[in-house]
C-alpha cells in the first residue's frame, strides 16, 4: 500500500483528502442483535472506534446478514477486526456452554411464529435492535406438538425484555381475535 498516499491528491471530489472506500461482511443472522446492541449503543461505539459508517443491512443470504462498511480503508480493516471479534467470541462462548452469556429457550405456538418474526424478519430485528439479544425463532420443520423453539442469547436483563415482547405479541393477538377491542 506504498503508493496510495502519493495518489490522494489527485482524486477529485474528496472532500477532507482520505479516499472513502467500501466494503461489505457478512455475519451469522443471530450475531446481529449483539452487533447493533441495546438501542443501537454497540454499533454506535464500533463507529466510533473505527472511524467507519457501519450500516446493517436486510440482505440475508443463508442465515447471513449483509453489513455494509465505508471510511479511510485502515478504518474499514479496523471495523471489521471489531465485528469480527464480537461474533466469534460469542459463538466460542456459546459452544461452551458454562461460562458466557446465559441462553434462554422457551417455545411457542407455531401459528404465532409470523407475528414473532414480521415480515420478511422485520419484527425480530425490532426485537434484536430494542434488546440487544440474539433471537432465533425455530423453523416450521422442527416444531413439536404444535410448539416452536425460540433461543434467546444475550445478557440476562437483554433475554427477560425479549421474553417479554415475545409473549405480549402472541398473546395479544389472542385478545384480539376473541374481542375486538
Known amino acids: 500500500s506504498s503508493g496510495i498516499n502519493a495518489e490522494w491528491p489527485l482524486r477529485p471530489g474528496e472532500s477532507d483528502?482520505?479516499?472513502?472506500?467500501?466494503?461489505?461482511?457478512?455475519?451469522?443472522?443471530?450475531?446481529?442483535?449483539?452487533?447493533?446492541?441495546?438501542?443501537?449503543?454497540?454499533?454506535?461505539?464500533?463507529?466510533?472506534?473505527?472511524?467507519?459508517?457501519?450500516?446493517?443491512?436486510?440482505?440475508?443470504?443463508?442465515?447471513?446478514?449483509?453489513?455494509?462498511?465505508?471510511?479511510?480503508?485502515?478504518?474499514?480493516?479496523?471495523?471489521?477486526?471489531?465485528?469480527?471479534?464480537?461474533?466469534?467470541?460469542?459463538?466460542?462462548?456459546?459452544?461452551?456452554?458454562?461460562?458466557?452469556?446465559?441462553?434462554?429457550?422457551?417455545?411457542?405456538?407455531?401459528?404465532?411464529?409470523?407475528?414473532?418474526?414480521?415480515s420478511r424478519g422485520s419484527k425480530i430485528r425490532e426485537i434484536q435492535s430494542d434488546t440487544g439479544v440474539g433471537v432465533n425463532v425455530g423453523s416450521r420443520d422442527t416444531a413439536v406438538g404444535g410448539m416452536i423453539k425460540v433461543t434467546l442469547r444475550g445478557d440476562k436483563g437483554g433475554c427477560d425484555e425479549a421474553k417479554k415482547i415475545i409473549m405480549e405479541l402472541i398473546s395479544d393477538s389472542d385478545k384480539r381475535t376473541e374481542r375486538s377491542w
Do not use: H, W
Open 17 to 118: 483528502g482520505s479516499p472513502v472506500a467500501k466494503d461489505k461482511i457478512s455475519v451469522p443472522s443471530n450475531k446481529v442483535g449483539k452487533i447493533i446492541g441495546r438501542r443501537g449503543a454497540m454499533i454506535r461505539e464500533l463507529q466510533d472506534k473505527s472511524g467507519c459508517k457501519i450500516d446493517v443491512t436486510d440482505e440475508q443470504v443463508e442465515g447471513q446478514t449483509v453489513i455494509r462498511l465505508s471510511g479511510a480503508v485502515e478504518d474499514i480493516e479496523k471495523a471489521k477486526v471489531l465485528l469480527a471479534r464480537i461474533y466469534q467470541d460469542d459463538s466460542r462462548s456459546n459452544q461452551q456452554g458454562q461460562e458466557g452469556e446465559p441462553t434462554e429457550q422457551f417455545d411457542i405456538p407455531e401459528d404465532k411464529c409470523g407475528l414473532v418474526i414480521g
